[in-house]
């Protein structure tokens, strides 16, 4: 009897083994799933929600390939199958198209937008027109003819739909082997000939992007708050990261606050952007070519601020999560205000703010600054010096800079929340004299080719990185000019001027690095070994995330600011991680920072030759101020949070009418109540049906 019940066992479980098996790929013959998708996702702030969602199973719907505007009909009023998922080539993305889908949302289940392998001739900016209008220094107490961008609409191509919220998931999908299915899917089972009605079965898709947070920043802390589990089921987080920056002189890190001991010059420049897509963030002139010259201009000036000190410490800056009403900036502005950072307020002579240089037009850049704060006579005063400084600095160069030469604002810059707290010398330098250059702003489009960085078809990858494009020789002499003009703004002497160049072959390898790939040899050097995880083969993407742990930007930017603007003791990497040069120091961790990199590998050896950077590169807080006072509705500092989510995917599969999956479904109920109706008789007739077979409990032998 054992024996038989163990064979029983086994039968069983290869029953059930077998079972699963054919389970599977029944499901693999239904569904194709799509391998590249990324979701627009849904994001608060202190009076609403922006984006897009899914319900909790996803929305499913008939596909329909939209081949013009026009064919809009079919899908929000004549066709007899909705709801419908549409499928938008990147041309009919557009303002137009979509705030109809919107408005007919009741037959639309969701959108996926097919993006193009190159980029659209026409300009496209889902961003706002006036981007950041709230929260600069611009409102109506400051000037109201300035103010909402009435001088200088600097986003005249945004159409907003970044800033729309929409009742349906929308999905950008790749132009591959994916969408090739999905159109021939159509063709073959939805599309309509003739003005016939499809017949069924139909090709459906279903997308599943649920966000947890709903109604508004204030809404979604307070749930936050109310989770008492074990394990707490967030359902918002704040968008925020780490601003990264720098000093020429060393700063002691513990003492915060050095009121009337040093003057300071900030160099700034913003290191985040997004698109509608928040997975898809190239920046590559909104942010990229800004941070990048920048950086090359930090390199170019570390042997003359060395060798040749200036009067005044210029502080590098790079600011995250400046898309969303300025967080980075704003931050730092409050650290200094309650000598919560090294440097105060007071300390700070100036700002130059590197903005937007990569599409320069006649070799010319423009010196923006503000009209009101120059009002102040002394302010101006030091405003003519600073652009003096920039046309000393021009003096001889291939790069020429200018004043817009009529009054209108700044355009959206970090500079701004500088100015809200007082008034204060800066300029920001930009490729525009009033309206942006950039006509793909803050969109998907602002990449690589956008920037005309290409190369040859014959090089590998090792030689790009070390290609020097026309884009890079032409930020190299922006990088110069930045350089030679912040070293005269600290107070250096003009005759050093000769001896700042910037390194075309650093810009350049920033720019694969950041815009192409940034699993490369050169970025392979300078992270430590945790980091390699990090690196991409891929362009970075800069949608500044939430505020839990450092970005892939903001780690890259902070380990090439080290390796270019630092040094590098021979210690080892014990007394390196350890924050020290030797046993008996224990002052140098609060002037400088210590970072063990990977370095190079020697020809034929897979082992990394390891080495220790020392700089002044620290990290410090990009959360809005407004999340640590708890002020969710404050009008004062960003609120933007972004919802969590669990599950982002698509699949596309044949679907059945609505009369047959009835039919199917009666059929299963009718076969279930007669299986029930026939147990019940069979069991109440047991004894009578089962007995004639039963032996005697009497028999004997």
């Known amino acids: ?105 009741s037959r639309v289940a969701g959108v996926a937008v097919v993006a193009p392998n190159t980029n659209p001739p026409e300009g496209f900016s889902p961003h706002t027109s006036c981007p950041n209008e709230n929260t600069g220094v611009y409102t109506d107490a400051y000037d109201p003819a300035l103010a909402h961008c009435n001088m200088t609409v600097w986003n005249p191509l945004g159409n907003g739909l970044s800033y729309e919220e929409y009742d349906f998931p929308i999905f950008s999908l790749k132009d591959d082997d994916d969408t090739r299915v999905i159109r021939q899917c159509y063709l073959d089972h939805n599309r309509a000939v003739n003005g016939s009605t499809p017949q069924y079965p139909l090709c459906a898709m279903q997308l599943y992007s649920h966000m947890s947070a709903v109604t508004d920043t204030a809404t979604c802390m307070r749930r936050n708050d109310l989770n008492f589990s074990i394990s707490p089921e967030m359902v918002c987080d704040p968008l925020g990261d780490y601003n990264v920056w720098a000093s020429t002189r060393p700063f002691n890190n513990t003492v915060k606050g050095h009121k009337m001991w040093e003057s300071v010059v900030i160099a700034a420049a913003r290191l985040d952007s997004r698109s509608f897509f928040f997975d898809i963030a190239p920046g590559a002139e909104s942010g990229v070519s800004g941070f990048v010259t920048l950086l090359a201009a930090a390199h170019a000036l570390k042997n003359v601020t060395q060798e040749a000190p200036p009067n005044r410490t210029i502080l590098y800056t790079f600011f995250q999560g400046e898309t969303f009403d300025y967080i980075g900036s704003s931050r730092l502005v409050y650290d200094m205000q309650n000598n919560q950072f090294t440097v105060d307020l007071d300390n700070v002579h100036s700002v130059v703010e590197v903005g937007q240089v990569g599409l320069r037009a006649d070799s010319k850049l423009w010196l923006h600054s503000d009209p009101v704060s120059r009002k102040n006579s002394s302010v101006n005063e030091e405003m003519m010096k600073l652009i003096n400084n920039f046309q000393s600095a021009a003096a001889g160069g291939n790069v020429s800079v200018e004043e817009p030469g009529f009054s209108q604002p700044l355009p959206p810059s970090s500079f701004q929340r500088f100015l809200r707290a007082r008034p204060i010398p800066g ?9 942006f250059t950039n006509r ?23 030689e790009q990185l070390e290609f020097v494009t026309d884009t890079a020789k032409a930020l190299t002499e922006v990088a110069t000019l930045v ?55 891929r362009p970075t993407n800069f949608y500044v995330g939430v505020h839990q742990q450092s970005s892939e930007p903001t780690l890259l930017v902070q380990y090439l600011l080290a390796n270019l603007t630092g ?111 026939i147990t019940y008789i069979v069991s109440s007739k047991a004894d009578m049906l089962f007995s004639a077979g039963r032996e005697p409990a009497t028999a004997t032998y």
């Not at 190079?600 to 101020?625: D, Q, Y």
Request: glycine content about 6%; aromatic content about 10%.
């Open 1 to 105: 009897m054992e024996l038989q019940s163990n064979k029983w066992m086994v039968n069983l479980l290869v029953c059930c083994f077998f079972i699963g098996v054919s389970c599977n790929s029944v499901e693999k013959k239904i569904y194709i799933h799509l391998n590249y998708t990324v979701p627009c996702v849904r994001l608060l702030n202190a009076t609403h929600q922006i984006g897009c969602q899914s319900a909790l199973s996803g929305d499913v719907g008939v596909l329909h390939v939209l081949e013009s505007e026009e064919n809009l009909d079919w899908v929000l009023r004549t066709g007899r199958n909705p709801p419908y998922l549409v499928i938008l080539e990147y041309p009919l993305f557009t303002r137009s198209v979509m705030m109809k889908l919107k408005n007919g949302s």
């Open 427 to 435: 300029v920001v330098i930009e490729d525009h004299r009033s309206a």
């Open 440 to 462: 793909f702003y803050e969109s998907m489009y602002d990449n690589a080719e956008y920037l005309n960085i290409s190369y040859p078809s014959n090089l590998t990858a090792e």
């Open 483 to 537: 350089a030679r003009a912040l070293y005269m703004q600290a107070g250096g002497a003009e005759s050093q001027l000769s001896s700042i160049k910037a390194d075309p072959q650093i810009v350049t390898g920033m720019l694969y690095g950041f815009l192409v790939r940034s699993n490369n040899s050169w970025f392979q050097q300078i992270v430590p070994s945790d980091l390699m995880s990090h690196l991409a083969d």
């Open 567 to 677: 040094n590098t003791p021979n210690i080892t990497q014990n007394d390196c991680q350890n924050q020290r040069e030797d046993e008996k120091d224990t002052e140098s961790k609060h002037m400088y920072t210590y970072m063990w990199v990977q370095g190079t590998a020697p020809p034929n050896s897979t082992k990394r030759e390891g080495f220790c950077v020392r700089s002044t590169v620290r990290l410090s807080k990009a959360l809005s101020p407004a999340f640590d006072l708890r002020e969710f509705t404050s009008k004062e500092y960003s609120t933007w949070t972004e919802s969590r989510w669990k599950t982002i995917k698509g699949r596309i599969f044949l679907v059945a009418s609505h009369e047959l999956e009835m039919l199917t479904l009666g059929v299963g109920v009718g076969i279930l109540i007669s299986s029930l109706l």
